[in-house]
T-cell receptor, first 113, second 114 residues
Framework: LAKTTQPISMDSYEGQEVNITCSHN???????ITWYQQFPSQGPRFIIQ???TKVTNEVASLFIPADRKSSTLSLPRVSLSDTAVYYC??????????????FGAGTRLAVHP | SQTIHQWPATLVQPVGSPLSLECTVE??????LYWYRQAAGRGLQLLFY??????ISSEVPQNLSASRPQDRQFILSSKKLLLSDSGFYLC?????????????FGQGTRLTVV
């Protein structure tokens, strides 16, 4: 089973870059790594997904080392509205190639003025 | 485009009453479907997932059950609610395929059992 480990919480200030690292030592060859953001009383929202090296979109960057046993979500210049819980998710293939999505506890990011 | 509908948004039910939460997906076929629960201040707990009509897998033994009577319909039920069933329930879907981990969530149902 591809489990993930993240810090429980992090604090930052507006304008800073935030890096959240996730460990997934048992990641399988076909697994992708996905990060979600969740605000209170809302469903999680997809942020970014990657398989290896670096992926960047308009919201964040995802760094994945060659061994793929960890990944780092990088949020540039955070604002107060980035205060949320961030989940690292690794796809868990079932028989037939389907996926069972298992979320960990997430990282609670608090951005301060 | 694909959309997911989940209702109701909030629900207050007495202990011992039945429960039925419904989730439907539009704009896609043969999705994987999921029910999650989130207790206050906690992470998401996977309750059930389904890879096809009538195919339900349970992650945590409990007072709840799930059914998938149609390809894009997923129902969460209980015959008798417990206080511990209170929480934020989320339905989600994902496309089939090895390695794909992008899921799309509904707006959730906040259930309070009193």
């Amino acid at each position: 089973l591809a489990k993930t480990t993240q810090p429980i919480s992090m604090d930052s200030y507006e304008g800073q870059e935030v890096n959240i690292t996730c460990s997934h030592n048992n990641i399988a060859t076909n697994d992708y790594i996905t990060w979600y953001q969740q605000f209170p009383s809302q469903g999680p929202r997809f942020i970014i997904q990657g398989y290896k090296t670096k992926v960047t979109n308009e919201v964040a960057s995802l760094f994945i080392p060659a061994d793929r046993k960890s990944s780092t979500l990088s949020l540039p210049r955070v604002s107060l509205s980035d205060t949320a819980v961030y989940y690292c998710l690794v796809g868990e293939p079932l028989s037939g190639g389907y996926n069972k999505l298992t979320f960990g506890a997430g990282t609670r990011l608090a951005v301060h003025p | 485009s694909q959309t997911i509908h989940q209702w109701p948004a909030t629900l207050v039910q007495p202990v011992g009453s039945p429960l039925s939460l419904e989730c439907t997906v539009e704009g896609t076929s043969n999705p994987n479907l999921y029910w999650y629960r989130q207790a206050a201040g906690r992470g998401l707990q996977l309750l059930f997932y389904s890879v096809g009509i009538g195919q339900i897998s349970s992650e945590v033994p409990q007072n709840l059950s799930a059914s998938r009577p149609q390809d894009r319909q997923f129902i969460l039920s209980s015959k008798k609610l417990l206080l511990s069933d209170s929480g934020f329930y989320l339905c989600a879907w994902s496309a089939r395929g090895g390695g794909v981990t992008e899921a799309f969530f509904g707006q959730g149902t906040r259930l309070t059992v009193v």
